[in-house]
């Protein structure tokens, strides 16, 4: 059975490789912020890294019930960057991981898109960000009516707590992120969008 958990309301483009001396990464303890949501946690060590990842499935041809719905495995990026967060921060933790939250996304229109320039032109309503294995999904941020190509916030609603189904698989490296949003009505007849999306994720030591 497919379950669903929503997050609580609260509050990828970059190298593909990205290397512990060169991704602006952080070590935050002590004044860092806490495992549960932002704010200060003085028993919190954690690492911080982007990982981007592009999203393809936004197409006149991909329409379903006047809906977008693209999702993509986060380890079939190219160079799997999100593999490279989990070995930097394990290097810099000294330790695996005890958990991996979210805490800042981004997307852009990609280059290569082909026949609309902003996003009100094939988006209409709210974007909702997920996180997919093949029995949970969790909804980890939303954006009301993006407009323009972007950078586009992502509002981030998913504390560790809500999380928690999915942590072993943002451990593993194993899971999807997705997209889902309303099509807008007036979109034009052929476009082919590429969303590139960019997640700021933390690995906690505890």
Known sequence: MHTQTTARSQPLTLPRRLAL????AMLAVGCGATSD?????LNTAGYSGPVSVRLDKFKDSEVRNESFDSD?????EPGNPYA??????????????AAVVLDRVT???GSDTRGVTA?????????VVYFATSSVTVNVGTVARPTGAGPVTVQITATRSDLAPINAALLSGHFK????????PG???SFDARVSTTLYFRALAL
């Open 21 to 24: 001396g060169g991704m602006a």
């Open 72 to 76: 993509r495995e986060i380890d079939s």
């Open 177 to 184: 992120v997705g997209m889902r949003v309303p099509a807008a």
């Open 187 to 189: 979109r034009p007849a």
């Open 84 to 97: 490279d967060f989990l070995r930097s921060a394990s290097t810099v933790l000294g330790r695996s991981p």
């Open 107 to 109: 997307f852009t229109l």
């Open 37 to 41: 949501g932002p704010g200060p946690d």
């Open 119 to 127: 996003f009100e032109q094939i988006f209409t309503g709210s974007v």
